[in-house]
């Protein structure tokens, strides 16, 4: 069964600071990997899909990396901005053979940013 | 295009009570899906569907039952509210090529 898993679950960063954010995955073979943004109250907001045969996805100031062997995922935010301030997902989604075409979520890591 | 749409936004049950949550999508999406949040727990799939007519059962789909007409809703139907169902609620739409995944904005519901 995958599990998902992000470190740290809550993160204080000063604002113009660069941060990584973590997700972890145990089974490898994974279609995609997709990083969402949640605000307080509101619903999931896509940031960035990595299909698995690729190693990187950049965004503006965001940029997602992939190791697949590894299991890792990182979200990197550069210059940080109080408006990053959300709980950021990360969601896996195995294979399309066997029926392990599901969306595995973690249970997130809480950003401020503060000024 | 207005993304995918969930009514209502807030509703407060009595144990006991039936009610549906709305969902549509204007994207042409044939996969649709149903999520519960729960603190602590991520997002868990309650049913999902891939294509009208076609539906199936997700992580955590006792208590809950779902249709699909039309290739734009897909409603989901609480039979009878338990307050182990307070939750909120996110419906979901796929593309069928990259696979990824969009949200509605949530029905937070509140069993009694």
């Known amino acids: 069964k995958q599990e998902v898993t992000q470190i740290p679950a809550a993160l204080s960063v000063p604002e113009g600071e660069n941060l990584v954010l973590n997700c972890s995955f145990t089974d490898s073979a994974i279609y995609n990997l997709q990083w969402f943004r949640q605000d307080p109250g509101k619903g999931l907001t896509s940031l960035l899909l990595i299909q698995s045969s690729q190693r990187e996805q950049t965004s503006g100031r965001l940029n997602a990396s992939l190791d697949k062997s590894s299991g890792r995922s990182t979200l990197y935010i550069a210059a940080s901005q109080p408006g990053d301030s959300a709980t950021y997902l990360c969601?896996?989604?195995?294979?399309?053979?066997?029926?392990?075409?599901?969306?595995?979520f973690g249970t997130g890591t809480q950003l401020k940013v503060e000024l | 295009n207005a993304g995918v749409t969930q009514t209502p936004k807030f509703q407060v049950l009595k144990t006991g009570q039936s009610m549906t949550l709305q969902c549509a999508q204007d994207?042409?999406?044939?996969?649709m899906s149903w999520y519960r949040q729960d603190p602590g727990m991520g997002l868990r799939l309650i049913h999902y569907s891939v294509g009208a007519g076609i539906t199936d059962q997700g992580e955590v789909p006792n208590g809950y039952n779902v249709s699909r007409s039309t290739t734009e809703d897909f409603p989901l139907r609480l039979l009878s509210a338990a307050p182990s169902q307070t939750s909120v609620y996110f419906c979901a739409s796929r593309t069928g090529f990259t696979y990824e995944q969009y949200f509605g904005p949530g029905t937070r519901l509140t069993v009694t």
């Open positions: 969601a896996v989604r195995g294979g399309l053979t066997g029926g392990g075409n599901k969306l595995t």
């Open positions: 994207m042409n999406h044939e996969y």
